[in-house]
């Protein structure tokens, strides 16, 4: 056998150590290739929210969407009664048109009969005019011929000041109503954007964004008397209709619509908004509340109506129906008081 080099088994070595090398060094890249691709790939697609996190969120936005709520509520209530007023100042300010005509010509025939005879006096001229504010300027001579031709021109007179109070007051309703209506636009935009975010969150907590298509109506069987029990039975009959913003049914409520009508069915009248129904009850603390009580919540941004065992009747918010809930937990967290009608 011939003998070994020594030299040759020395590289063969050393080819063997580098081949090792290169292969510990194949992997050892691959491992940081794959750790590098898969926090990229964490990083360019973020985790969704989780539904309790959107839930939370929701709580937050209803909060909030119920006081813009009750502010469009108010607003609208004051439209209505300026387009009430309105009309009144209207049919007042148009029943004083016609008494003016009426009294203007009998004037008129007063100035026609003076001239004929030779006696007419400065007046005339004013008296042939229909502009109230034109007769009103001529004060004086209106006094002068009062104290001659008695109560008819005392009554013109009267009648000219009247209009143009009237006809004062009619402009003044007019730019007052103009400017609600501006007002309850705004109001209602702001709205309606609040309720597209509800809506999305709803669906992130996985809820459903219908309110339709179940069962409407129910009974109260609970202990409540009287008017108690009169606003109760109207408030468990709207279960299942849907929660609508400004809404006082029939087809759908907010929360103090439903209050308010309820209420109203136990003949009481109550105000629209929030704040001024907690400010026309009777306070009633947590322990003291009986059936039909009202229980306000959220800085008295949210009411219903108080059953009995710790539950109570409420229209929640967008996405939901009207619905009978326990107040512990959440309400609880958020109770302010109780109101007594």
């Known amino acids: 056998m011939a003998p070994s080099n020594p030299m040759t088994s020395t590289r063969a070595t050393g080819r063997l150590r580098f081949r090792r090398s290169l292969r510990m060094c194949a992997a050892a890249s691959l491992a940081i290739a794959v750790s590098l691709t898969t926090a990229g790939t964490a990083e360019a697609v973020p985790s969704k929210p989780s539904a309790a996190a959107a839930k939370k969120e929701l709580e937050k936005l209803s909060t909030k969407v119920d006081k813009l709520v009750d502010q469009y509520n108010k607003a609208k209530t004051e439209l209505d009664a300026a387009k009430k007023r309105l009309k009144a100042v209207n049919a007042e300010a148009k029943s004083e048109k016609a008494r003016y005509a009426q009294l203007h010509t009998r004037v008129v025939q007063l100035a026609a009969d003076q001239y004929k005879s030779g006696t007419s006096d400065p007046a005339t001229a004013v008296l042939a005019s229909k502009n109230p504010d034109a007769a009103l300027d001529q004060m004086s001579t209106f006094t002068h011929l009062a104290n001659n031709r008695g109560q008819e021109l005392t009554a013109f007179l009267a009648s000219t000041q009247r209009l143009r109070r009237d006809l004062a007051e009619v402009q003044g309703t007019v730019a007052d109503v103009q400017q609600k209506v501006t007002k309850l636009k705004g109001q209602k935009s702001v709205i309606e954007k609040a309720i597209a975010k509800q809506k999305a969150l709803v669906k992130k907590a996985g809820e459903s964004t219908s309110s339709s298509g179940g069962k409407v109506g129910g009974s ?122």
Request: proline content about 7%; glycine content about 16%; overall charge neutral.
């Open 220 to 341: 109260y069987t609970g202990p409540a008397s009287g008017s108690a029990r009169a606003a109760l039975n109207y408030a468990y009959a709207q279960k299942g209709k849907p929660y609508v913003f400004g809404g006082t049914g029939p087809d759908g409520y907010d929360c103090s619509g439903l209050v308010m009508m309820s209420w109203r069915a136990g003949g009481v009248s109550l105000p629209r908004v929030v704040p001024d129904q907690a400010s026309a009850t009777h306070f009633v603390a947590r322990g003291d509340l009986e059936p039909g009580d009202i229980v306000f919540f959220d800085s008295y941004g949210h009411d219903g109506l108080y059953v009995g065992n710790g539950m109570f009747i409420h229209a929640p918010r967008t996405g939901r129906v009207v619905s009978v809930d326990p107040m512990a937990g959440y309400w609880d967290a958020h109770f302010v008081r109780g109101g007594r009608p």
